[in-house]
C-alpha cells in the first residue's frame, strides 16, 4: 500500500500542550459564573488536598469536583456552556507553540485528533472551529432526565488510559481503511504513554516541543 493512500493520524494532548494551563476550571467559572463558582469552590479542596497527596487519584478527585460543581444541571445547558467558552474563553489560555504545531500538520494534511482527560463539552466545538477531525476525551456521565451526576462515563482519559482510548477510537474507523499513527504531542511525564503510541512523539520542554523519539516528521517543530 503506498503511503499516499493511509490516513495519517497526529494525536495532541490538550491541556499544557496546546494551552498554557488546564481548562477544567476556567470552564467550570464560565459555565456557573463567577459567583456560583466561588461558593462551590471551597467543598472541592478536600478533594484537591487529597489529589495533591496522592491519596486520591486523578479520577475520584475529578469527579468530587464535579459532582461538587454541576451535579444536577442538564448536559444541553452544559454543552451550550461549553460551546461558548470554546468560542470566547479558550482563546487566552492557548500557547502558541502549540497551536503553531497544530496548524502545520493540519496543513501537512495530516487528521489532528484531541486526546484529553478534559471533557467534550467544550473540546469538541473547540476542535470543530480548529478543523480537528476528532476528540478522544473523557464524558460526563448522565440519569435517565438528562442531568449530570458528577461521574464520568467511563474512565479519566488521562495518562495511562489514553492508549486504549484511542485504540477504542481507531477501532470505530473504516476496516479497510490504513492508517498510520505518525506523531504524538504531550507536555508532561503522564503523556508518554500517548506518545510512545505514534512513530514519532514530541514533548514541550521549556516552551518548545522537542523529538523525544522517532523520525522527523513533516510539519513537526525540530
Known amino acids: 500500500?503506498?503511503?499516499?493512500?493511509?490516513?495519517?493520524?497526529?494525536?495532541?494532548?490538550?491541556?499544557?500542550?496546546?494551552?498554557?494551563?488546564?481548562?477544567?476550571?476556567?470552564?467550570?467559572?464560565?459555565?456557573?459564573g463567577t459567583p456560583a463558582f466561588l461558593r462551590r469552590l471551597p467543598d472541592c479542596l478536600p478533594a484537591l488536598t487529597g489529589l495533591a497527596l496522592k491519596r486520591l487519584s486523578n479520577q475520584d478527585a475529578k469527579e468530587?469536583?464535579?459532582t461538587h460543581m454541576l451535579a444536577g444541571e442538564t448536559l444541553a445547558h452544559l454543552q451550550a456552556r461549553g460551546r461558548e467558552f470554546a468560542d470566547r474563553g479558550l482563546d487566552r489560555l492557548l500557547r502558541p507553540a502549540g497551536m503553531r504545531a497544530l496548524r502545520a500538520h493540519r496543513d501537512a494534511g495530516h487528521d489532528c485528533v484531541l486526546v484529553s482527560a478534559s471533557l467534550?463539552?467544550?473540546?469538541?466545538?473547540w476542535a470543530e472551529r480548529y478543523g480537528l477531525t476528532d476528540v478522544v476525551s473523557s464524558r460526563l456521565a448522565v440519569d435517565?432526565?438528562?442531568?449530570?451526576?458528577?461521574?464520568?462515563?467511563?474512565?479519566?482519559?488521562?495518562?495511562?488510559?489514553?492508549?486504549?482510548?484511542?485504540?477504542?477510537?481507531?477501532?470505530t474507523l473504516p476496516p479497510d481503511e490504513p492508517v498510520d499513527l505518525v506523531a504524538a504531542y504531550g507536555d508532561s511525564a503522564?503523556?508518554?504513554?500517548?506518545?510512545?503510541?505514534?512513530?514519532?512523539?514530541?514533548?514541550?520542554?521549556?516552551?518548545?516541543?522537542?523529538?523525544?523519539?522517532?523520525?522527523s516528521v513533516e510539519g513537526a517543530p525540530e
Not at 467534550?120 to 466545538?125: A, E, G, I, K, T
Not at 432526565?145 to 477501532?171: E, F, I, M, Q, S
Not at 503523556?191 to 523529538?211: C, I, K, N, T, V
Open 120 to 125: 467534550d463539552v467544550w473540546l469538541q466545538p
Open 64 to 66: 468530587a469536583v464535579l
Open 144 to 171: 435517565d432526565a438528562g442531568r449530570v451526576t458528577g461521574r464520568l462515563d467511563g474512565t479519566n482519559c488521562r495518562g495511562a488510559a489514553k492508549p486504549a482510548a484511542v485504540a477504542a477510537w481507531l477501532a
Open 190 to 215: 503522564a503523556d508518554q504513554p500517548l506518545l510512545e503510541m505514534a512513530g514519532s512523539g514530541y514533548r514541550l520542554r521549556r516552551g518548545h516541543f522537542r523529538r523525544v523519539h522517532g523520525p
Open 1 to 32: 500500500m503506498n503511503r499516499n493512500d493511509t490516513r495519517q493520524i497526529v494525536l495532541f494532548d490538550f491541556d499544557g500542550t496546546l494551552t498554557r494551563r488546564d481548562s477544567l476550571f476556567p470552564f467550570l467559572r464560565h459555565a456557573l
